[in-house]
């Protein structure tokens, strides 16, 4: 399970010959990404290969596109991304400004030296109501001054958010629609959510929705990543078929106030504590079927609250973390690396490194930490072939790179609070119904392991009403997956697999007594 961060910006070099093939005249198509929310344009011949990148593919090795992409977070933000994508170490010398109607660009132009091949980049950053768009292309030198005017800028001026999907009208559901704020669980956080009744007289049985690791909205909302927002459509069918439901943006995102990054797991826990203290408040919820549904790591927050709070009538999860937080991540590691079609040696170093490094981690040893990361890193880069040492760029640069992106997670007060937590020691104490479903293809939460710790847990509780589910296709957002590897889930439907969402409305409608 990873932090799912709404700071995404990748693109990849294209490698090949620098062989110039200047075009004269050039003919636009647009093109609109709603995984980034924006418009622009690009030759019309230029291809889409994913990510929000364009390619000309003028012959078999041609070095020349482009990346049109937007990501909720600042430049500043963004840089330790940017540079080792693009073999870089600090960022580049601004060459000019360039403004249009709608943004203040700043454009960054500089050459790369791989091995023989010089590569030429124009990027253009722009920072506007905490996101930065960005416009990136690569050519040869040769080519580059001619595609500056004839892509570059043209891609530039056209660059435009998309308009939002029209906000639907909640008299067109079958159930009530309410905008609410409720005080969080730690001083000075007030959270904001929506919540949706049944259009029948009350009072309601209402599941709490509980995002994954990450700031996240109420609907689970993962742009760039997929389209998919999980708890917008589970909210919809649950509500439909009887059962409210509360979702809530995490502090610090959207209408709530707060300050996520400066969280710990047991304080994000206690906003879920809050908003069981909300419903309780109301006339129209009936306090004795107040339920919870976690994502990943609110599966943790449900243990914790299924274990000390007696108003949780029933707990339902999709790809809960069961077991404790190092093992999770050595696990993860592991499954993300043999997803991404790495060699198996190379699968194996990732878990021992991993399993090498958490300790020191969790126990605030960061000098050691970032030493073992070093030393992983620099064998990675060691045992690239010489063309690929290259594309890396320095050995030292190369490790210092990845590890600059790491520490800041190491350092975090989340962080460490999630690797200290068992959550199985909760687990066997909760007495209420629970509904588990796992995604046999899920790299981030894996399944066999945190069922069976899940199973074994509750069993040691006495706890009778168990019912764990696995969808053997499904990766860690229960779509329909390939190999469920993290980068496969733009390419996916942004839909969940067949008959998850009838399991997960069926054993609620039935655990709440909804009476049809």
Known sequence: MRRLSALFI??????????????????????????????????????????GQYARRASADDTVGMAIQSAAASIEDLWPSILPMLALTEPPEASFDYDTDLYEWTVY?????????????????????????????????????????????????????????PTPDPSAFAYRVEEVTFPGGSEGVELAGTLTLPDTPGPHPVVITMTGSGPQDRNESLKPITLLEPFAVIADALSSAGVGVLRYDDRGVGGSTGDYNAATVQELAEDARAAIDYLETRDDVDPERIGLFGHSEGGLYAAMLGASDPRVAYIGMMAPAVIDGIEIIVEQQVAMTRAAGSPEEQVEAAGEYTAKVMPSVLEGDFDEAERISLEFYGQLWDDLTPEEQELAGERGDFGQARVDLQMPIYVSDWYRSFLGYDSTEDWARVDVPVLGIFGGKDVQVVAESNRVALEEALAAAGNEDVTTLTFDD????????????????????????????EAVVDWFVERAGVVG
């Open 474 to 501: 499904a990766n860690h957002l229960f779509q329909e997956a390939v190999t469920g590897a993290f980068a496969e889930y733009g390419e996916l439907a942004p839909e969940f697999i067949d008959g998850f969402t």
């Open 10 to 51: 990748s693109f990849a070099l294209l490698v090949g010959t620098t062989t110039a093939i200047v075009a004269q005249d050039t003919e636009y198509r647009t093109v609109e990404d709603p995984l980034f929310g924006v418009t622009s344009v690009v030759p019309a011949d230029w291809e889409g290969v994913g990510g």
């Open 109 to 165: 132009e500089f050459t790369v030296e791989l091995g023989e091949m010089t590569l030429a980049f124009g990027l253009a950053l722009s920072e506007k109501d905490g996101s930065t768009n960005l416009v990136l292309m690569q050519s040869s030198p040769e080519e580059y001054d001619a595609l500056r005017e004839q892509v570059l800028k043209p891609a530039i001026d056209a660059f435009a958010p998309l308009e939002p999907e």
